[in-house]
């Protein structure tokens, strides 16, 4: 069965850290590019980080310079670091397997003090 499974979601205060994981069963996680979305409540959910199978990521603009995402394929397990949190960052974080319809549950980051 093909599943993701997100946790480390949190309530934390401004300029606050949190770190992501999301372990995948069910698929061939190391050949595969995933991605963290977000969403929060009356928005669409959005693109925030991607990362390819060799370790090659992209990020939204307003989030470079503060979330770094990684992954361990041994683990079958990506990660999203987020540092210096603000307000903003408030959403339920997704992890995605890219170009799919494949999605876990999703973790809700709350920052604020």
């Known amino acids: 069965q093909r599943q993701l499974v997100e946790s480390g979601g949190g309530l934390v205060q401004p300029g606050g850290s949190l770190r992501l994981s999301c372990v995948a069963t069910?698929?061939?996680?190391?050949?595969?590019?995933m991605a963290w979305y977000r969403q929060v409540p009356g928005r669409e959910r959005d693109l925030v980080a991607t990362?390819?199978?060799?370790?090659?990521?992209w990020y939204v603009d307003s989030v470079k310079g503060r979330f770094a995402a990684s992954r361990d394929n041994a683990k079958n397990t990506m990660y999203l670091q987020m540092n210096n949190l603000k307000p903003e960052d408030t959403a339920v974080y997704y992890c995605?397997?890219?170009?799919?319809?494949?999605w876990g549950q999703g973790t809700q980051v709350t920052v604020s003090s």
């Open positions: 990362i390819t199978s060799g370790g090659e990521t």
């Open positions: 069910g698929i061939a996680f190391s050949d595969l590019q």
């Open positions: 995605n397997l890219r170009f799919s319809e494949l």
